[in-house]
């Protein structure tokens, strides 16, 4: 699941390798042993890089990596010429050649204008070679799926769609992606943490890893969410090799190999009341589903909707509506996970959402409601999930496939913690469900140990509270747009230097425009909305 990444780069025209001054596109670009930039699109420079398909066996051929860089400016007012900077944005499935396109142009606020920021993609994924594309994603239906099949009901039928969408996924992939010389068996963190020995290898034989300040034979890196496990890996695998390293909502190791992430949803439900509390402060003219006097008001509102969206006692009582409610109770749990993410972005959004819905279900048109707003979030059945092999492809093959072949019933612990924990939590479910389908095994994972002594010191950024991966795991702070914290990185990129016991940023401006009186905690506390249910 990709959300937009508030983390702003800087930018710069740097000097590159490149055979012409005419714009190429990836596709004209042939994949070479060495780190060989092209122009692309304004600004921005292009390479391929040849690696090993298998770095366990070399006689199965190559596979390339694409990359993306916003160079950085010559004479620099930040200083001397610091080396490359890679991103990953997270998933696993993102695209970090889109990341760095999108985000690159300001990365000067944040890091300093004498980085090259590049971005990658990962094995099999976007504009990699080979590439997983067995669950011919692009074509689907995007109302019924593969097989028609419409969105499913938060009994266990919810389940049950996504386990069979992913069998129906693995299978294919089994078919079309599963062979040595495919990408299937080659898309395991450990394999793209040696594609990143690779590319700084190639780096260091650059004109520019030769003037780097920066040791240009370790790894600079940025990781987010899914990132900071691939950064974890990275450096328990390589600690002689760690630079400069930022993992930045760091996932649990244990729990992303393991058990659904379930410790990902801890705070969710206080992130979810951080909608009532910026709404009530925002006023009416900011926030227009502001009622009452206190956050609280703005709850039980919110609430009065929630509970006419009972599928199972529509079921049970025979009512005409049942499938109805079923779809739009999962489009609304869907719509307040996107907030849980990105608040600056979606907090705005919902209060007319939630508008929208008061009126659908006075109207009973329900359907119309789901159908709206399954179009900003996103629907919640499995013909929504994009690029299923993708992710897949990595996050099974990571957990070496302890969960193919399993059934709903072996499921349950895991489940019935989630549903407990939060209200949407159900839905954290979904990206890993499609591992009870999926075969095809890694040809190298990596399970630990992690963790050791790095060749450089690591920064870890965490947020108090994150949808994602709670403080307890140190979620993004990206999300919150801290410009302490984002002066904290930039002075750990440029001099090393770590937080030390000046490691908290207080609460800056958050959505709507509003700074909050204390802590997000205290406010939450304070409204009596610690506990929603």
């Not at 000067?108 to 204008?113: A, E, N, P, V």
């Not at 997983?132 to 689907?140: E, G, K, P, Q």
């Not at 609304?332 to 919902?350: E, R």
């Not at 007319?352 to 900003?376: M, P």
Request: net charge negative.
């Amino acid at each position: 699941m990709k959300f937009p990444l508030f983390l702003v780069f800087s930018a710069f025209i740097a000097a590159a390798t490149a055979h012409t001054t005419q714009p190429y596109t990836f596709q004209q670009i042939l994949p070479s042993k060495t780190l060989e930039w092209h122009p692309c699109n304004p600004g921005f420079l292009c390479a391929k890089l040849s690696v090993p398909l298998s770095y366990q066996n070399y006689s199965l051929g190559l596979a390339s990596v694409p990359l993306l860089k916003y160079p950085a400016t010559t004479n620099s007012s930040s200083g001397p010429y610091q080396g490359m900077l890679l991103l990953n944005p997270g998933g696993p499935g993102a695209s970090g050649v889109e990341e760095v396109f999108t985000s690159g142009p300001l990365i000067q606020s944040i890091i300093g204008s004498n980085w090259d920021v590049v971005g990658f993609d990962p094995r099999g994924m976007w504009l990699s070679e080979p590439l997983a594309n067995c669950s011919d994603h692009r074509d689907v239906n995007p109302v019924t799926g593969l097989k028609g099949r419409g969105v499913p009901r938060v009994s266990d039928e919810f389940y049950e769609e996504y386990i069979e969408f992913g069998r129906e996924v693995g299978k294919e992939c089994e078919e079309r992606s599963g062979g040595v010389r495919d990408a299937g068996p080659h898309m395991s963190t450990a394999t793209v943490a040696r594609d990143l020995i690779s590319l700084i290898d190639a780096f260091a034989l650059t004109p520019d890893g030769k003037r780097s300040v920066k040791p240009s034979n370790l790894l600079n890196y940025y990781g987010i969410s899914y990132g900071t496990f691939l950064g974890q890996t990275f450096a328990s695998m390589f600690p002689s090799r760690v630079g400069n390293l930022i993992l930045d909502g760091v996932v649990d190791p244990a729990g992303y190999l393991t058990n659904f992430t379930s410790e990902s949803v801890n705070h969710l439900d206080e992130l979810l009341a951080a909608f009532f509390i910026y709404c009530h402060e925002a006023g009416f003219s900011k926030c227009a589903y502001k009622t009452g006097s206190t956050p609280k008001d703005i709850f039980n509102r919110f609430n009065a909707s929630f509970v006419q969206l009972d599928p199972r006692k529509a079921e049970s009582e025979g009512w005409s509506n049942a499938t109805e409610l079923q779809d739009a109770l999962l489009t609304l749990k869907v719509s307040l996970l996107a907030p849980a993410h990105s608040p600056f972005g979606y907090f705005p959004i919902i209060p007319q959402v939630l508008l929208d819905l008061e009126s659908a279900l006075q109207n009973q048109t329900l359907s119309s409601w789901t159908l709206a707003t399954g179009a900003i979030f996103g629907s919640p059945g499995p013909a929504n999930y994009k690029s299923p092999d993708w992710r897949l492809g990595t996050l099974c093959s990571d957990q070496n496939n302890r969960w193919y072949n399993k059934t709903l019933d072996d499921l349950r612990p895991q489940l019935k913690a989630l549903e407990k924990q939060s209200i949407i939590g159900e839905i954290w479910s979904m990206a890993v469900l499609g591992c009870l389908g999926w075969s095809v095994e890694a040809e190298e994972t990596f399970e630990g140990p992690f963790g050791g002594v790095t060749q450089t010191p690591i920064l870890f950024v965490g947020n108090t509270y994150d949808g994602a991966t709670p403080i307890e795991k140190l979620h993004t702070a990206t999300a919150s747009q801290n410009l302490c914290g984002f002066s904290k990185i930039a002075a750990y990129l440029q001099t090393n230097q770590l937080p030390g016991n000046d490691s908290l940023c207080q609460l800056e401006k958050g959505p709507f425009n509003i700074l909050l009186n204390g802590t997000l905690e205290d406010n939450i506390n304070r409204a009596g909305l610690a506990s929603l249910f």
